[in-house]
């Protein structure tokens, strides 16, 4: 049975077809992309309470207005995700337990404070950024339902980044204590928003026993971190001449015979303790996510009760 599984599958997979919930797949796959899903709609959930910290302090309605409708986004893609997740034969529940007791990850950069109005812009330009950059690829992964989950994400992590450069343009372009705001929020969240890509791919920070090499032979993954980094690097650097702002990098500099930007070692011992628990913000997200979840409660059993009493209705 083993063998006619991993011979369909390895034929889809070398055709470059989707593979879908109805068809048999490795146990080593479905495991990957559970694991990889769920981390990924954590990070959407998590990821509403950086920049949530500052909707009832925007600086006008517009901007207000403009945040809040860009946190409920991350709620409805940590939705799309998680129903994907579903599609592999895990239950939310169960998923939501393992991100509240530690057993599953979500993405260091949102272990980080947000600490003034810039760092709205700084998020929605470097984070949503960042985002993009490796979510565009996660468009074609070989597992359909993320696949297409990826396709509705990207097209609203796009307006994210905009309106993240909009926030920025306008702070770089207003007073002396406005641009020293976008400043510092710039140079605050640019190395974080590097590490995002993952643990290098050679070389003695890599990671002990990394998915790289596996995710692209299963077209999970399309490029590596590094290539993925390199790609966000190339792209930003100009977008942050354009703001006028500098990135905090004394080695970024263009390399005329490579055709990118180089720049400089980026602090891995950082990175590995952020993921350990030991950023700035773990406990306070875990905590703060743990109280939401109990406060809903009553939420979800009211609807349980309410489906229960739709179903029993219907067998009438
Ligand atoms: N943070 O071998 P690899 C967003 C872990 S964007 C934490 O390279 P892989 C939008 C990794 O899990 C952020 N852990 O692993 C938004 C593995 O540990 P494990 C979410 C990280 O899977 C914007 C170990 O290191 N995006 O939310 C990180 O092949 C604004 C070895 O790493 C996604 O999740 C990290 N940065 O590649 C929301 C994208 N990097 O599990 C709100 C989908 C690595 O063995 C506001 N995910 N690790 O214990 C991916 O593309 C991949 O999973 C990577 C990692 C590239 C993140």
């Avoid at 450069?165 to 306008?170: A, G, H, K, V």
């Avoid at 950023?279 to 349980?304: L, M």
């Amino acid at each position: 049975y083993t063998d006619v599984v991993q011979e369909y599958f390895d034929g889809l997979i070398g055709a470059d077809k989707r593979i879908e919930p109805r068809d048999a797949m490795p146990e080593g796959y479905r495991k990957t992309l559970i694991r990889q899903i769920a981390q990924h709609a954590h990070s959407e959930i998590i990821g509403m309470q950086p920049e949530a910290n500052w909707i009832s302090r925007a600086p006008s309605l517009r901007r207000k207005a403009i945040l809040m409708a860009k946190v409920q986004d991350e709620a409805g893609h940590g939705l799309y995700l998680y129903s994907a997740a579903e599609t592999l034969g895990v239950d939310r529940e169960e998923l939501l337990d393992k991100l509240h007791n530690g057993q599953q990850k979500y993405s260091s950069i949102f272990n980080y404070p947000t600490l003034t109005w810039a760092d709205a812009g700084a998020i929605g330009w470097l984070v949503d950024g960042a985002a993009i950059m490796n979510q565009v690829p996660l468009c074609r992964c070989s597992y359909g339902p993320y696949a297409r989950a990826m396709i509705r994400v990207c097209k609203e992590e796009s307006f994210h980044q905009r309106q993240g450069f909009e926030i920025l343009w306008t702070l770089s372009n207003g007073t002396e204590a406005q641009k020293a705001m976008a400043q510092d929020a710039a140079n605050r969240w640019w190395w974080p928003s590097l590490m995002m890509f993952g643990p290098p791919d050679t070389g003695e920070a890599a990671a002990p026993g990394g998915h790289t090499e596996q995710n692209m032979a299963w077209g999970i993954k399309r490029f590596s971190n590094d290539d993925l980094r390199q790609k966000f690097v190339d792209m930003t650097v100009p977008q942050a001449q354009k703001l006028g702002l500098t990135l905090p990098d004394p080695d970024l500099a263009w390399n005329e015979e490579r055709g990118h930007w180089d720049f400089g070692p980026i602090d891995w011992d950082e990175f590995w303790r952020v993921l350990k628990g030991d950023g700035p913000c773990n406990e306070q997200r875990i905590t703060h996510r743990r109280t939401a979840h109990e406060d809903g409660a009553w939420v979800r059993e009211a609807a349980n009760a309410y489906a229960a009493k739709a179903a029993a209705k219907q067998e009438v």
